[in-house]
């Protein structure tokens, strides 16, 4: 018996092996430590939407057949194996290939569904895949998707044969900065603050079983005055059929994964809409980051045909005045005034690009940014996956959630832009004034890719109670019609506040409604509010950048740069940082609101990062950049 047990393990280990020569890391590049957890076999295993939560699933990351082909090619011959859900550009995917404007990405797996599924309706998500994308399951075209940061799924149970192995396939299309796609940072030739292409498949696949009849969406809308939590419950149901909310008894670091059993309240569902009444609210904050379970189900004659399971909160993001003679505009959080203060954080990883190396790699930069003492964090033209929202709800960290941008200010022609391109995104644009720029050409098809992405991502994120702003636009990249911009923003979500254009270029062509919420100044290195107006709330929306390139822990591109300059050590970075949070104290006392500091992170060529790009070394003093930072939160408090 001990034999075939010694045999079977030997014989596991071969295989596990065998496996893993098929995929390694590529590249000379650093790496964070998560980079060797990576399993490819079943990388990110998690459950990747933890707002609505469903036990049965399938997780189909890992290696898949890749090609890189001309645009036009409608067939491939696999160049190889890819990992999913790691960018092609990435280390971890294994392949670490840029493509062009001129190129196709094709990927393709098989997989087998569960005898248990027969006669449920298949869905099949997608987390994010940059850009264009056509999924094809065995043969046949089931979607197309445009839009590199938003969720996307297809019910593929027409497409399906009835047993045996389905054949998936994806190709994408993205010319990156050569199109006037929305792109970020992202730009084919890196260098400076633009940073390696992130193209394909870069957040979790997945299969879904659901009934036919079964729950879509939800939202939850929050009003702690009152006492009650709205929801809009989007299902497909049948006359007769009964859709149900339910409010659980939560607390600080509640999972839906596994959901409380205790009903606090619950409610039938009206022409999708239902109010429920809770008693002793307890809010959600930074310092007491409480969350309700949610279950929203759907029965026929008493028949449970779908349930989901989820979480929410008590919060409430409102516009206040200060008790100064001035009355400041101030943001207030449960109706009390809160100096949101935290570090731009943009989401890149050394080996994984966009995508975190696993689900730990991805709550860390949460927990450190929490760690320094700070109670925001805005996630700068990037937008993460489900889970990194969570982890912020979990923790207690409000978030500015930006829009990725669709272009640049930059007028210089690069190599890798069409001149109609260049063109496009040129602008004029002051980082000292604000006012007075001038609106990119953007031509209108692109407008409506910007609009229907944007509309996608608020959408898809509005119920994470972290995000208390949104923000349509950064310092005139790609800049267009603020004012509709704003409008649709307020349309889509009118619980939050709206940062229109964080750092300047500002309109008020439409007066003080369409401008937005927040009046937002840019100023590198120290702080300034070289603008102000009581109309709105005002910010300082970028600072800092101070510096520290640390010996074993950067990226290999010639620069290594901060907006403040290099420093000689921690200690320099921390006094300079110290000497600016003292300058922002005083700011407060004349009206700003809140504040964002250049970066949680290094990312290539930038080595501003409180934390290296790889996350081995956190450059400053841990408990005293706390206490500067929680001394800053707390100074709205003195007024």
């Known amino acids: 018996m001990m034999k075939k047990v010694i045999v079977s393990i030997l014989a596991l280990s071969m295989a596990v092996a065998a496996f893993a020569q098929k995929w390694a890391p590529v590249g000379e590049n650093i790496k964070s430590p998560w980079a060797a957890e990576v399993n490819p076999a079943a990388p990110l295993p998690e459950y990747p939407r933890p707002q609505m ?8 990351n890992g290696l898949w057949n890749y090609a890189i082909t001309e645009a036009s090619a409608q067939t491939f011959k696999a160049d190889g194996k890819i990992l999913v859900p790691f960018a092609v550009e990435s280390s971890l995917s294994g392949v670490g290939r840029k493509i062009t404007k ?40 089931v ?47 890196n260098r400076s603050i633009w940073y390696t292409p992130v193209s394909g498949i870069w957040q979790t696949v997945w299969l879904e079983p659901v009934s036919p009849t079964h729950i879509e969406n939800y939202y939850v809308v929050s009003d702690i005055d009152n006492g009650t939590m709205t929801f809009d419950v989007a299902a497909t149901t049948s006359e007769g ?34 109010v429920v009444k809770i008693e002793d ?48 505009r101030r943001m207030a959080l449960n109706n009390e005034p809160l100096f949101q203060f935290g570090p731009l ?43 990194w929202y969570y982890f912020c709800d979990l923790h207690g960290l409000v978030v500015w959630q930006d829009m990725p941008s669709i272009g640049d200010h930059d007028k210089k022609q690069m190599p890798a832009r069409d001149p109609e391109i260049v063109a496009a995104i040129s602008n004029n644009w002051s980082s000292d004034s604000g006012i007075g720029g001038t ?84 100023h590198y290195s120290c702080p300034a509010m070289n603008f102000f107006d009581r109309k709105f709330v005002n910010v300082v929306g970028e600072y800092g950048g ?68 790889d996350r081995k070394v956190v450059k400053v003093d841990v408990p005293r950049i706390s206490e500067v930072n929680k001394s800053l939160i707390e100074s709205i408090n003195n007024l």
């Open 241 to 274: 059929d009964v859709v149900k909310v339910a409010v659980l008894e939560g607390g600080e670091g509640y999972s839906a994964e596994k959901p409380s059993v205790k009903v606090l309240a619950e409610a039938k569902v009206e022409n999708g809409k239902a």
């Open 53 to 60: 939560v469903r036990a049965d699933w399938m997780n189909l």
């Open 439 to 522: 609106y990119c050409n953007i031509p209108q098809e692109w407008k409506e890719n910007f609009y229907n992405e944007w509309t996608n991502i608020i959408n898809a994120f509005k119920n994470f109670q972290c995000i208390v702003v949104w923000v349509p636009f950064n310092e005139a990249w790609g800049q267009f019609d603020t004012p509709a911009a704003v409008k649709l923003t307020r349309e889509l979500d009118s619980t939050r506040l709206v940062n229109c254009a964080s750092g300047g270029n500002y309109d008020f062509s439409e007066g003080v409604e369409g401008f937005g919420d927040i009046l937002d100044v840019h």
């Open 345 to 387: 954080d943009q989401g890149w990883w050394p080996d994984g690009l966009y995508t975190a190396p696993t689900d730990e790699a991805l709550e860390f930069d949460v927990i450190k940014t929490k760690e320094l003492g700070f109670n925001m964090i805005r996630k700068h033209i990037k937008v993460e996956p489900a889970r």
């Open 281 to 328: 609210v307890k809010t959600w904050s930074p310092d007491s980051p409480y969350l309700y379970g949610v279950k929203v189900s759907v029965e026929r004659n008493g028949q449970v045909l779908d349930a989901v399971d989820g979480y929410t909160a008590m919060r409430k993001i409102s516009i206040v005045k200060d008790k100064t003679p001035n009355k400041y």
């Open 143 to 189: 979607g197309e998707h445009k839009g590199g940061y938003d969720p996307f799924s297809f019910d593929i149970t027409p497409f399906l044969k009835k047993s045996g192995k389905q054949t998936l396939k994806v190709k994408v299309m993205d010319a990156t900065d050569n199109s006037l796609q929305p792109r970020g940072k992202q730009c084919f030739i």
């Open 102 to 141: 001129n190129d196709a990405l094709w990927y393709e797996r098989t997989f087998t569904l569960p005898r248990k599924w027969n006669g449920k309706n298949i869905l099949l998500h997608f987390g994010a895949v940059d850009w264009q994308a056509e999924v094809f399951v065995n043969g046949v075209l």
């Open 546 to 613: 101070l510096g520290l390139p640390i010996e074993g822990h950067t990226w290999t591109i010639e620069e290594k740069w901060g907006y403040g300059g290099n420093k000689k050590d921690a200690e320099d970075v921390m006094a300079r940082y110290e000497r600016y949070v003292n300058m922002l104290k005083i700011f407060v006392k004349t009206g700003c609101a809140a504040a964002v500091y250049t970066q949680t992170t290094d990312v290539e060529g930038e080595v501003n990062g409180l934390i290296t790009y």
